[in-house]
Nanobody, 120 residues
């Protein structure tokens, strides 16, 4: 099994920044997709940013130019740098990774979520 642990959430004021991290552990052979989603109260979960092996990242329109997803393959870690945060960015943020285990089985794992609150 693969476990994902997210850190970096918190409460900030509009215009400030946060950096989320998500580390994967387990019997991992390779990771082909890493991404971040969020779910605000009363709303459906939405994909925020995703990066696939060998491709450029994709972002939802509302975060383009403000959020940046990056990865450290050696550490099985994905980051989400969030700048110029807005109140509408308030949500629980989840990381997601898709890949293959050393056993040959594929995995699709989610983190437990980290709260981001943007409020003045």
């Amino acid at each position: 099994q693969v476990q994902l642990v997210e850190t970096g959430g918190g409460s900030v004021q509009p215009g400030e920044s946060l950096r989320l991290s998500c580390v994967a552990s387990g019997n991992i052979f390779s990771i082909v997709t890493m991404g971040w989603s969020r779910q605000a109260p009363g709303k459906q979960r939405e994909s925020v940013a995703v990066i696939r092996s060998g491709t450029i990242p994709n972002y939802t329109d509302s975060v383009k130019g403000r959020f940046t997803i990056s990865i450290d393959n050696a550490k099985n870690t994905v980051y989400l740098q969030m700048n110029r945060l807005k109140p509408e960015d308030t949500a629980v943020y989840y990381c997601d990774m898709v890949g293959r285990l050393r056993t040959g089985l594929d995995f699709d794992s989610w983190g437990q979520g980290t709260q981001v609150t943007v409020s003045s």
